[in-house]
């Protein structure tokens, strides 16, 4: 198989130092690894390492932990993991062990998962803060607070507790938020990877198949490069199309529908997120070129929003005005296009509702993207959208959903498109890492003839 891109042990060296620079010089940052979970009986899903985690440590082991103390002599970047276990790793895997964890993955100081009830409260005495994720698990702040207590207990030895618990979130969400050129390479190797994926369900698909049998397609182009799915892939033919989230993917495709499918692949942690929607029999009718249409035209014009400067909320607003518009020209929405992209204002008394065109186009333009799906980092910042800068990924991906309606011509019913597209925030625009899989009609229409 042809190499890959990884990230560089250099790379996780320097974000390790982007963070310890944005600590408090007298703190202390715990981040704990993700554990095994279990599927049903003893039976566990695959492991996915935590995110916050990985994009720190790089390492793939459960239950482990990472210490991270500004200043400290004896090394800054400390591993707590599991010992080598001849027996152990028999069954489950090779571990890296105290020794791996130095030489392979960096850390200054390791020591075992069997030690850290002792060694950790010697970590944090002395510390004036704590650095921690709060409330992103109840047993993690118990153990937390076990810690502290355990210092408490021991102030008559000369052990100090901190004083303050902060959360850590922000600061390393932040650092994900831009991508370095090893992490693109990254997400451009998961959106390729992908786009073939997309284009070999439309090569395959027919009336009579079926949702499951594209989706089969698509694991098979993941697995064959060596990726998982990046989330549950979504195959959804003629009105399961107009669920936004339908998962079940069990039923046949239908002659003269639409089938839409929403799937990524997940290169070592990097996920891509690609949705196309074309015709079942590889033809569009005259309705469904219509709105396809319309929200294509709706992407493009959000994509060309997409640029430093602009904020989170322009490439959205662009796609709306396009879909507003071609609503009302289409006759399925009455009214003013810059009065119907409005929420009405409610009345004193009275609940709130929502604009019309939410029937049809009820979620945002997009997201961010990188190790999640839905990746962190702060949409708003002192209650204004976001200014995009380069090295931000996100999602384009407008989308209509036309279920049966008394207020909508038969015509339209059961269409769902959605049109979603990785895009990379560039010093002169944008750069669209999923341009491997064709969505113009004629191209459409093309590959699913040859």
């Not at 239950?63 to 970047?77: C, K, N, Q, T």
């Amino acid at each position: 198989m042809e190499s890959t891109p990884t990230i560089s042990a250099a790379e996780f060296a320097a974000r390790r130092r982007r963070l310890l620079d944005q600590l408090d010089p007298n703190a202390i940052a715990i981040l704990a690894a993700a554990e095994l979970k279990v599927r049903n009986r003893d039976a566990e899903y695959p492991f996915r390492q935590d995110s916050d985690f990985l994009y720190l440590t790089g390492f793939n082991e459960p239950s482990a932990l990472a210490v991270f103390i500004p200043g400290r002599e004896e090394g800054e970047f400390v591993l707590f993991c599991l010992d080598k276990d001849p027996l152990a790793e028999r069954w489950t895997g090779i571990r890296a062990g105290i020794e791996g964890a130095m030489t392979v993955y960096g850390a200054d100081q390791a020591f075992l998962l069997s030690e850290l009830n002792r060694k950790l409260p010697e970590l944090m005495s002395g510390r004036d803060a704590i650095h921690y994720r709060m409330g992103h698990s109840r047993k993690f702040d118990q153990q937390v607070m076990s810690w502290l207590n355990t210092l408490r207990g021991r102030a008559r030895t000369g052990l100090v507790p901190p004083n303050k618990l902060v959360g850590l979130d922000v600061l390393i969400h932040d650092l994900r938020l831009f991508k370095s050129a090893e992490e693109l390479a990254m997400m451009q190797h998961a959106a390729d990877t992908a786009a073939q994926a997309h284009t070999r369900a439309m090569q395959v698909c027919a009336p009579g198949k079926f949702e499951f049998e594209l989706e089969a397609e698509l694991l098979r182009e993941f697995r064959c490069k060596g990726m998982e799915p990046a989330y549950t892939s979504i195959v959804g033919g003629g009105e399961n199309a107009c669920i936004l989230h339908y998962v079940e993917n069990r039923g046949v495709l239908q002659a003269g529908d639409l089938v839409l499918i929403d799937a990524g692949g997940e290169h070592y942690g990097y996920a891509s997120d690609i949705t196309r929607t074309f015709p079942v029999s590889g033809q569009f009718s005259a309705p469904q070129r219509q709105l396809y249409q319309l929200v294509l035209d709706a992407q493009h014009a959000a994509i060309a929003a997409v640029k430093p400067g602009n904020n989170w909320d322009d490439p959205h607003q662009a796609a709306l005005r396009v879909l507003v518009t071609g609503l009302v020209a289409l006759g399925i929405l009455q009214g003013e296009v810059e009065a119907l992209m409005q929420d009405p204002v409610a009345a004193e008394g009275e609940a709130q509702t929502e604009a019309a065109y939410k029937q049809f186009f009820m979620h945002k333009t997009g997201h961010w993207l990188g190790l999640d799906v839905h990746d962190v980092g702060d949409y708003k910042r002192d209650g204004a959208w976001r200014t995009l800068e380069p090295g931000m990924v996100l999602t384009v991906e407008p989308g209509l959903y036309i279920s049966p309606a008394d207020n909508v011509a038969e015509q339209w019913w059961n269409i769902g498109i959605r049109i979603e597209d990785d895009v990379v925030v560039t010093e002169e625009g944008c750069r669209v890492l999923t341009a491997g899989v064709v969505k113009e009609i004629a191209a459409i229409e093309a590959l699913m003839a040859a």
